[in-house]
């Protein structure tokens, strides 16, 4: 399976690498610099899974006529518009484009550049950070991605590229139920994003504080609403999950998201936070509008 990957940030990088090791031929669309780094010291991840390190094959912009049979999205939304024009070449009539972005926005504008039928539901669960000399470093046990098709239609396109996505060396999963996975991402994603932005602090230091647990519930409990208003309600053990990792004592989690706002990087607030907040612009989201308030306030003193 021929897999072109935009990218080799960290998420990208990550699974880009146990692709690689399943057989796949990757190749990575990176911009000319990330491209020099990896010609001259190759792609090294870090796991507790096990290392890799290996010469891998990087592309700067794609040949007209030559389709991937896969493409791979591991940008941040607010290069989805650039990666739409970069990746535009690679997709063929048999093509599909699997988008490993947060939230759900990002799948409308898509559907619109490629058509519906090309365009996989898909997400990860891993925390991976790239590292100042270009390594990936893969922090904790998950290395989760779910991927799936979307209209509850057969796909024997999809079909026929699974097993080359199963046989990678992570937790890989076809999911039937794509869309209610991806929700329940985005409500936890979102509180976490929320709660730690707000509060400019980890999952353990806000619950250190006499409030911090119960906020962080009750801000779970307002994304878990949106949720059920948009006829995706979170199963009873996915919330119990993503409680426990909300209030776990002493956890060093923090969103992405806040790790932007701290070194004064763009954030992906409206495409998380505050798409969230749109689809239930009917329901009383207090925790929610603040974070997202705050955060706007950031970014406009940014620009």
Same mark, same amino acid.
């Given at each position: 399976?021929?897999?072109?990957?935009?990218?080799?940030?960290?998420?990208?990088?990550?699974?880009?690498?146990?692709?690689?090791?399943?057989?796949?031929?990757?190749?990575?669309?990176?911009?000319?610099?990330?491209?020099?780094? !990896?010609? !001259?010291?190759?792609?090294?991840?870090? #796991?507790?899974?096990? &290392?890799?390190?290996?010469?891998?094959?990087?592309?700067?912009?794609?040949?007209?006529?030559?389709?991937?049979?896969?493409?791979?999205?591991?940008?941040k939304a607010y290069d989805l518009d650039t990666a739409l024009a970069a990746?535009?070449?690679?997709?063929?009539?048999?093509?599909?484009?699997?988008?490993?972005?947060? /939230?759900?926005?990002?799948?409308?504008?898509? &559907?619109?550049?490629? /058509?519906?039928?090309?365009?996989?539901?898909?997400?990860?669960?891993?925390?991976?950070?790239?590292?100042?000399?270009?390594?990936?470093?893969?922090? /904790?046990?998950?290395?989760?991605?779910?991927?799936?098709?979307?209209?509850?239609?057969? &796909?024997?396109?999809?079909?026929?590229?699974?097993?080359?996505?199963?046989?990678?060396?992570?937790?890989?999963?076809?999911?039937?139920?794509?869309?209610?996975?991806?929700w329940e991402k985005f409500a936890f994603l979102a509180t976490l994003a929320?709660?730690?932005c707000l509060m400019r602090g980890s999952i353990g230091e806000i619950g250190?504080?006499?409030?911090?647990?119960? !906020?962080?519930?009750?801000?779970?409990?307002?994304?878990?609403?949106?949720?059920?208003?948009? /006829?995706?309600?979170?199963?009873?053990?996915?919330?119990?999950?993503?409680?426990?990792?909300?209030?776990?004592?002493?956890?060093?989690?923090?969103? #992405?998201? !806040?790790?932007?706002?701290?070194?004064?990087?763009?954030?992906?607030?409206?495409?998380?936070?505050?798409?969230?907040?749109?689809?239930?612009?009917?329901?009383?989201?207090?925790?929610?509008?603040?974070?997202?308030?705050?955060?706007?306030?950031?970014?406009?003193?940014?620009?």
């Amino acid at each position: 399976m021929r897999v072109l990957i935009l990218g080799a940030g960290a998420t990208g990088a990550y699974f880009g690498a146990r692709l690689i090791q399943s057989g796949c031929e990757v190749s990575f669309l990176v911009r000319p610099a990330r491209a020099e780094r !990896l010609r !001259l010291d190759g792609l090294r991840v870090q #796991s507790p899974h096990g &290392d890799f390190a290996a010469a891998v094959d990087t592309l700067t912009s794609i040949p007209a006529g030559r389709p991937f049979d896969l493409i791979l999205l591991a940008c941040k939304a607010y290069d989805l518009d650039t990666a739409l024009a970069a990746i535009a070449p690679a997709v063929g009539a048999d093509s599909r484009v699997l988008p490993l972005l947060n /939230g759900l926005r990002h799948l409308d504008v898509l &559907d619109l550049a490629f /058509g519906a039928r090309r365009v996989l539901g898909g997400l990860c669960h891993i925390s991976v950070t790239l590292q100042p000399d270009g390594s990936v470093l893969h922090m /904790g046990q998950p290395h989760r991605l779910t991927f799936g098709a979307r209209g509850g239609e057969p &796909d024997p396109r999809l079909d026929a590229l699974a097993p080359a996505l199963l046989a990678a060396p992570a937790e890989v999963r076809r999911s039937e139920r794509i869309i209610d996975a991806m929700w329940e991402k985005f409500a936890f994603l979102a509180t976490l994003a929320a709660m730690t932005c707000l509060m400019r602090g980890s999952i353990g230091e806000i619950g250190a504080t006499p409030d911090g647990f119960a !906020l962080l519930r009750r801000c779970y409990a307002e994304a878990c609403a949106v949720a059920a208003a948009a /006829g995706h309600p979170i199963a009873d053990p996915a919330q119990a999950d993503a409680i426990a990792i909300l209030t776990a004592p002493g956890s060093p989690l923090k969103a #992405s998201m !806040l790790r932007d706002l701290q070194r004064g990087g763009a954030t992906e607030c409206e495409h998380i936070i505050g798409d969230l907040i749109a689809r239930g612009a009917a329901l009383d989201l207090p925790l929610l509008r603040a974070a997202a308030t705050q955060l706007r306030v950031y970014e406009a003193t940014r620009r």
